[in-house]
């Protein structure tokens, strides 16, 4: 298995990347872990990435009343979604639960989102490695 942490000063996320690369996330934040569910490790860094890297480009979600966000990413098992604001300071991600109330939001500054998406993109490529060495 392996385990990575993406960090920020405001909250973590924790990707576990088990058997047939299934990842599930967990949010760290103001000492307590948040499991947000699961879903294949290309599936979470490819949205992760897309997100970082231009959030200004990312479509705003219509129906959503409490927030002005667009989509990236909603995970299995637990059933939570992740939406991106651009922001001065950098990009606000924020989490959503399965009855779509969202319970978190947290700022990435520049820094810390250019640090994401490089790991992200290790990730990425460790998951191609381990996809050609199957087949």
Not at 50 to 63: F, I, Q, R, S, V
Request: proline fraction near 1%; glycine fraction near 4%.
């Amino acid at each position: 298995m392996v385990k990575v942490t993406l960090n920020s000063k405001s909250a973590n996320l924790k990707l576990s990347v088990g058997k047939d690369t299934w990842t599930t996330v967990v949010l760290d934040r103001n000492g307590e872990s948040i499991p947000l569910g699961a879903d294949v490790l290309k599936i979470i860094t490819s949205r992760l990435i897309g997100a970082l890297d231009e959030p200004e480009k990312l479509e705003l979600c219509k129906n959503l009343r409490e927030v002005q966000a667009a989509w990236v990413l909603s995970l299995s098992e637990c059933h939570c979604s992740i939406y991106i604001a651009k922001e001065d300071q950098g990009v606000r991600l924020y989490v959503q639960n399965a009855e779509g109330e969202f319970f978190s939001s947290f700022l990435l500054s520049e820094m810390e989102s250019s640090l994401w998406t490089e790991r992200l993109r290790e990730l990425s490529m460790f998951d191609q490695q381990k996809a050609s060495t199957k087949n």
